[in-house]
């Protein structure tokens, strides 16, 4: 599966914006699919994920109740809607899917290298 992810840009702090990834090639629906985002020199961060037919989204701390990852499976489209934009949340954002019937818990939904495959980033930069 290709994936390409858009619509990063400069927001003002507690302001919100809409990423989008557009998946091509195999049945997007066998994927499960995750946000994360890095800072250059650091590692990856874990930002968000949802199961194949998304039923389950999970999200660390550091996000929980600010972003929310959806999922149009007829779209072959996932979808994180950032709102209380802060100044920290500033890095590049990458999609990411999940080639594997196991289960995801949400230990491995935060694990980069139990993603398959990687789009490009795109660039969120939050003004303070």
């Known amino acids: 599966v290709q994936l390409q992810a858009f619509g990063g840009g400069l927001v003002q702090a507690g302001g919100s914006l809409r990423l989008s990834c557009a998946a091509s090639?195999?049945?997007?629906?066998?994927?499960?699919m995750g946000w994360f985002r890095q800072a250059p020199g650091k590692e990856r961060d874990f930002v968000a994920a949802?199961?194949?037919?998304?039923?389950?989204?999970y999200y660390p701390d550091s996000v929980k109740d600010r972003f929310t990852m959806s999922r149009d499976n007829a779209k072959n489209m996932v979808y994180l809607e950032m709102n209380s934009l802060k100044p920290e949340d500033t890095t590049v954002y990458y999609c990411?899917?999940?080639?594997?019937?196991?289960?995801?818990?949400?230990?491995?939904?935060?694990?980069?290298?139990?993603?398959?495959?990687w789009g490009q980033g795109t660039q969120v930069t939050v003004s303070s």
């Open positions: 990411a899917a999940r080639d594997n019937f196991a289960i995801m818990s949400s230990r491995t939904a935060q694990d980069p290298a139990n993603y398959d495959y």
């Open positions: 090639g195999r049945t997007f629906s066998a994927y499960d």
């Open positions: 949802i199961t194949r037919r998304g039923g389950w989204t």
